[in-house]
Antibody, heavy 121, light 113 residues
Framework: QVQLVESGGGVVQPGRSLRLSCEASGFTFSSYGMHWVRQAPGKGLEWVAVIWYDGSNKLYADSVKGRFTISRDTSKNTVYLQMNSLRDDDTAVYYC??????????????WGQGTLVTVSS | DVVMTQSPLSLPVTLGQPASISCRSSQSLVYSDGNTYLNWFQQRPGQSPRRLIYQVSNRDSGVPDRFSGSGSGTDFTLKISRVEAEDVGIYYCMQGTHWPPWTFGQGTKVEIK
């Protein structure tokens, strides 16, 4: 069955860095683009970043552009989110989600369970 | 960016009764290919989001047929024909037509009266 397992969350001080990982299984990873979507405590969903199925395109929300970097390693069926210069308002549960490459809308159809990032001094 | 506006934000319902959630977009969600990329997600308490509906009215695999989506252009609706206890949670609409960014509504909290 499809599984997306996020890891790497934790407590980090403002200005520091953290790298999240999302390991995929149960489907052909190379056929799917991958999103990161976050949810601040008690708040709604906010799209963060996406990487195309072949890594050819990467897009970011304005709120993280220049600070976050998305990447993928097909040999490990894993997508990453490198988060630098973290701020208090980056505190959230971060979900990875897949989107089929043939879907022109790249809508996430399956989500992981999320990993909590807390930015606090 | 496309703004997605849901109403109501809180929806108390009686078990077995219908429920309806509205979602409006700040611009038409019809794509150049003629399709409308409006989606609905359910987030049960303590769980990650699950896609229920894609392209306005198509149910994902395993989604009960008491869930239905409708609408066009900028106005969309998610209906639950008879609410069950397992339907408690927050429902989000999301547009996939004008990206980036992919944008979500604020969420509608469905609870049992």
């Amino acid at each position: 069955q499809v599984q997306l397992v996020e890891s790497g969350g934790g407590v980090v001080q403002p200005g520091r860095s953290l790298r999240l990982s999302c390991e995929a299984s149960g489907f052909t990873f190379s056929s799917y683009g991958m999103h990161w979507v976050r949810q601040a405590p008690g708040k709604g969903l906010e799209w963060v970043a996406v990487i195309w199925y072949d890594g050819s395109n990467k897009l970011y929300a304005d709120s993280v552009k220049g600070r976050f970097t998305i990447s993928r390693d097909t040999s490990k069926n894993t997508v990453y989110l490198q988060m630098n210069s973290l701020r208090d308002d980056d505190t959230a549960v971060y979900y990875c989600a897949r989107a089929y490459r043939a879907d022109i809308a790249m809508v996430p159809d399956y989500w992981g369970q999320g990993t909590l990032v807390t930015v606090s001094s | 960016d496309v703004v997605m506006t849901q109403s109501p934000l809180s929806l108390p319902v009686t078990l077995g009764q219908p429920a309806s959630i509205s979602c409006r977009s700040s611009q038409s969600l019809v794509y150049s290919d003629g399709n409308t990329y409006l989606n609905w997600f359910q987030q049960r308490p303590g769980q990650s989001p699950r896609r229920l509906i894609y392209q306005v009215s198509n149910r994902d695999s395993g989604v009960p047929d008491r869930f239905s989506g409708s609408g066009s252009g900028t106005d969309f609706t998610l209906k639950i024909s008879r609410v069950e206890a397992e339907d408690v949670g927050i429902y989000y609409c999301m547009q996939g037509t004008h990206w980036p960014p992919w944008t979500f509504g604020q969420g509608t909290k469905v609870e049992i009266k």
